[in-house]
């Protein structure tokens, strides 16, 4: 009978013998970035308070945003961040939110001759951004045709910088963040109003992503979250 019992534990693991819950991003500063070895950035931290209040053990791993996102739409186990949450991603997942919300603006280099008054007069120019990503999808179905992906945000703003593409979207508070550091951009227009937020694949128990949803309540609530955009620099829009 002891057999059977400890064959049957082997099989059918408890709730404490789980697999822990991953955890996917990609370095996009200031909100997850990787420093000397170390992840940061003000979802990365947001994530790491929630999760530790949920009681939900739990890695991280920071990799390409088309990887960080296949994995969880794919892998039962896997949430990914920060995500905007769409109609089209919406199905898809079940949501934890807001770890930010933030409209979304073309930029260019700054003195650029490309000056667009309406997203019909920017699609004529060459937009950059990440493979996989939301602004992805909101410039295709905007009619914009010459997108230029990249595998992540460093390398669309060096072609923005370096003149090989014309546009970028990116975060309006990380624009302003980069604005207040001297980085020659300019924005343009705005290209959306997103909520930022953690995505877990349906097999994700309920229950589980109910905790972090309070987790993520209860740091929002006792101004953490503010605390946070404030110290990377994103507190003020």
């Not at 400890?6 to 996917?24: K, N, R």
């Not at 990887?67 to 949450?85: I, M, P, Q, Y």
């Not at 609530?221 to 110290?231: H, I, S």
Request: one cysteine or more.
């Amino acid at each position: 009978m002891k057999h059977a019992i400890l064959f049957a534990a082997l099989l059918f693991p408890t709730a404490s013998q789980a697999a822990p819950l991953t955890l996917t991003t990609e370095s996009y500063p200031p909100f997850n970035f990787r420093e000397n070895g170390e992840y940061k950035g003000a979802s990365v931290e947001q994530v790491d308070i929630l999760m530790k209040a949920a009681g939900i053990d739990y890695t991280m791993e920071m990799m390409p945003w088309a990887r960080a996102f296949a994995l969880a739409e794919n892998d039962g186990n896997t949430c990914v961040f920060s995500t905007v949450h769409n109609q089209e991603r919406d199905p898809a997942f079940k949501w934890v939110a807001p770890l930010l919300t933030s409209r979304t603006v073309l930029i260019r280099k700054a003195g650029s001759g490309v000056d667009p008054k309406s997203l019909a007069d920017a699609r004529q120019f060459n937009v950059g951004t990440q493979r996989v990503d939301f602004t992805q999808t909101i410039l295709e179905e905007n009619g914009f045709a010459r997108i230029d992906l990249a595998t992540d945000l460093e390398l669309t703003m060096k072609k923005l910088l370096s003149g090989r593409v014309d546009l970028m979207p990116i975060s309006e508070k990380y624009y302003d963040k980069l604005k207040r550091e001297g980085v020659p951009i300019e924005s343009t227009l705005v290209l959306a109003q997103d909520v930022y937020s953690i995505a877990c694949t349906p097999n994700v128990p309920d229950e589980t992503v109910s905790k972090m949803q309070a987790g993520l309540d209860a740091l929002i609530a006792d101004g953490t979250q503010k605390r946070l955009f404030e110290k990377y620099g994103l507190a003020g829009d």
